[in-house]
């Protein structure tokens, strides 16, 4: 029996614990000693507590039905647990601790998941490479010198590093997606409704859903199928049967349609990554899937969409944290209060964006920029509903370069905001996407593909990434830390 | 053409305050931004509707009835500072 489970799935630890090989008790030691290990090096893990880990396998004890049973699950560190502190990576939130548990962690208990650190992210989920968190950067595990990706880019790297079997992240424009894809994991973000964002601390309303990062596709059916649903306590979830994703893992694409938007494969796109998805298509073509170039034609505008509805709604949901209710308090009369703790609490990232998102709705310019930007996302959503009444799916890369190194970006947003140019439409549209791994640089780094379908059509996501899977004997891969 | 930004005024109106650094990084940076997403007006949109929401959304109804809530002990625990079942804030009404 292997005691090193950090490396396994959570399938196959789930197999061990029903089959009495081992017990949530063993399989949390090897996970603590991991993050001990190599935490100081990827900082993927922002607070982790040995103490915390015995009061989780106290909860869970008698959860043995539960699926989910002794399987540790890091959170992102913007999902509340009762109790348990959470910051969005903020100095404004530094001792917050939440009196309630957003709906997916209520899941996730019921199902005897052991919490088990909180993983690192860009201060509110602003940022795509993870070096916005007032924690310090997170590393990618395959390169220190390397981003992660962002913001989810402390759960990818959790999951990737064996500090985490499965991790739980957020996605508003390619958040999980993109994380993953750098980090060589797998990362879906459901269709808009589909998983309750109660207990996610905002970013962008309309844009944001909560979503699973896992070592392989199996796992990713198996953390969806528990945090999915209808939830009374939000009112944009959909009340939808959700079916039984472990049923999406077949081994077969035959008869699937792809799109590959010709505007996904432009200028820009790094070689290696490019040839990687051709490539990779070829695969699924090889396997009875059958492709067509298609177009997309809005798809350059959907930066500029979203850095004018992304930030608006965080401008607006950020107004919360303002030295009231809890977090931060600067001294000060009323304003100066609100001024000085919002000054001190936020960082720079925070501020451009709550900043920019003031000016497009600012009396004069709404109709300008914001009404314009809902304009255009319609075009955005509409490119993709043409699309979707002839293919089944779409496959793109995830991001346009494998992860760039720390600093690179830092003090240029258009860049920055650029890394994310592939998975934003899919937020617009509100559409489901997965990133899985494809292939790796000379340099050693993951690429990843992206597969987007048709609202609540997660199922094919699952199923044409599960063939890929087990047709491109990538999966398995780690990095040597 | 580069637009600018008068970002100390935005800043006021987003209770924030910002460093004279900060003030002329943001107006350079936001101004480039803009810039970037002025793009957008190429696009025809004058008889297309506006998205907010990628679903369609719909009022949620429930029946009328007392259900438990959060304890306000419970919501203040987060308080910077409180007096009874209350948040506290510094005084806002001027003595006369």
């Known amino acids: 029996m292997p005691e090193d489970f950090y490396r396994f799935t959570a399938h196959e630890i789930k197999r061990f614990i029903s089959n009495d090989e081992t017990t949530p008790v063993e399989v949390t030691a090897s996970i603590s000693d991991r993050i001990e290990e190599v935490n100081s090096r990827v900082n993927a893990i922002i607070s982790f507590d040995r103490n915390d880990v015995k009061e989780e396998l106290r909860r869970t004890k008698d959860k043995r039905a539960g699926k989910l049973f002794g399987i540790p699950v890091a959170v992102k560190d913007n999902i509340c647990i009762e109790g348990r502190q959470v910051t969005c990576g903020s100095r404004i939130l530094k001792g917050f601790r939440p009196p309630y548990d957003a709906t997916v962690i209520e899941k996730l208990k019921k199902e005897g998941a052991i919490l088990l650190g909180r993983a690192n992210m860009d201060e509110f989920a602003f940022g795509s490479s993870c070096e916005t968190s007032s924690y310090g950067p997170t590393n990618n595990p395959w390169d220190f010198d390397r981003i992660p990706g962002g913001s989810s880019g402390g759960s990818a790297a959790a999951v990737a590093a064996g500090e985490a079997t499965m991790?739980?992240?957020?996605?508003?424009?390619?958040?999980?997606?993109?994380?993953?894809?750098?980090?060589?994991?797998?990362?879906?973000?459901?269709?808009?409704?589909?998983?309750?964002?109660?207990?996610?601390?905002?970013?962008?309303?309309?844009?944001?859903?909560?979503?699973?990062?896992?070592?392989?596709?199996?796992?990713?059916?198996?953390?969806?199928?528990?945090?999915?649903?209808?939830?009374?306590?939000?009112?944009?979830?959909?009340?939808?049967?959700?079916?039984?994703?472990?049923?999406?893992?077949v081994n077969d694409v035959k008869g699937i349609k792809i799109g590959i938007p010709r505007e996904y494969f432009i200028e820009g796109i790094d070689r290696e990554v490019k040839e990687s998805v051709i490539n990779s298509v070829k695969l699924l073509e090889r396997l009875g899937a059958k492709y067509e170039e298609v177009s997309l034609p809005h798809t350059e505008y959907a930066v500029g969409t979203y850095y004018i509805i992304a930030p608006a709604e965080a401008s607006s949901n950020l107004a919360r944290f303002d030295g009231v209710q809890y977090g931060l308090r600067k001294p000060g009369n009323l304003i100066d209060m609100y001024k000085n703790t919002?000054?001190?609490?936020?960082?720079?990232?925070?501020?451009?964006?709550?900043?920019?998102?003031?000016?497009?709705?600012?009396?004069?310019?709404?109709?300008?920029?914001?009404?314009?930007?809902?304009?255009?996302?319609?075009?955005?959503?509409?490119?993709?509903?043409?699309?979707?009444?002839?293919?089944?799916?779409?496959?793109?890369?995830?991001?346009?370069?494998?992860?760039?190194?720390?600093?690179?970006?830092?003090?240029?947003?258009?860049?920055?905001?650029?890394?994310?140019?592939?998975?934003?439409?899919?937020?617009?549209?509100?559409?489901?996407?997965?990133?899985?791994?494809?292939?790796?640089?000379?340099?050693?780094?993951?690429?990843?593909?992206?597969?987007?379908?048709?609202?609540?059509?997660?199922?094919?996501?699952?199923?044409?990434?599960?063939?890929?899977?087990?047709?491109?004997?990538?999966?398995?891969?780690?990095?040597?830390? | 053409m580069k637009k600018n930004i008068d970002v100390d005024y935005i800043a006021n109106l987003a209770r924030i305050k910002l460093e004279k650094k900060e003030s002329s990084d943001f107006s350079s940076q936001l101004g480039d931004i803009i810039s970037f997403v002025e793009k957008l007006n190429k696009v025809d949109t004058k008889d297309t509707p506006p998205t907010t929401h990628p679903l369609?959304?719909?009022?949620?109804?429930?029946?009328?009835?007392?259900?438990?809530?959060?304890?306000?002990?419970?919501?203040?625990?987060?308080?910077?500072?409180?007096?009874?079942?209350?948040?506290?804030?510094?005084k806002v009404i001027e003595e006369a």
């Open chain 1, 167 to 249: 991790a739980l992240g957020s996605d508003t424009g390619g958040s999980i997606r993109q994380p993953a894809s750098l980090c060589g994991v797998v990362g879906l973000k459901p269709t808009y409704g589909r998983v309750s964002r109660y207990g996610l601390i905002a970013f962008a309303s309309s844009l944001d859903q909560i979503g699973p990062i896992t070592k392989d596709v199996r796992d990713c059916a198996l953390l969806l199928n528990v945090i999915a649903g209808y939830d009374p306590k939000d009112s944009t979830s959909v009340d939808m049967k959700v079916p039984d994703y472990s049923k999406s893992l």
């Open chain 1, 342 to 481: 919002r000054s001190v609490g936020f960082g720079s990232e925070v501020k451009r964006r709550i900043i920019l998102g003031t000016y497009v709705l600012s009396s004069g310019y709404y109709d300008a920029y914001y009404l314009k930007a809902l304009g255009v996302r319609t075009k955005i959503k509409e490119d993709f509903d043409k699309i979707f009444k002839d293919f089944d799916c779409i496959i793109t890369p995830t991001a346009p370069t494998a992860a760039f190194k720390i600093g690179e970006k830092v003090d240029d947003p258009i860049s920055m905001y650029l890394s994310d140019i592939f998975t934003i439409p899919a937020n617009l549209a509100g559409i489901p996407g997965i990133s899985i791994p494809c292939g790796f640089t000379k340099g050693d780094l993951p690429i990843g593909l992206q597969i987007l379908a048709k609202p609540f059509n997660e199922e094919t996501l699952l199923r044409v990434a599960y063939t890929f899977e087990k047709n491109s004997k990538l999966c398995g891969r780690r990095p040597n830390l």
């Open chain 2, 56 to 90: 369609p959304l719909m009022n949620v109804f429930r029946e009328d009835k007392v259900k438990e809530s959060l304890p306000a002990e419970k919501a203040l625990s987060n308080a910077p500072d409180k007096k009874y079942s209350f948040f506290k804030v510094p």
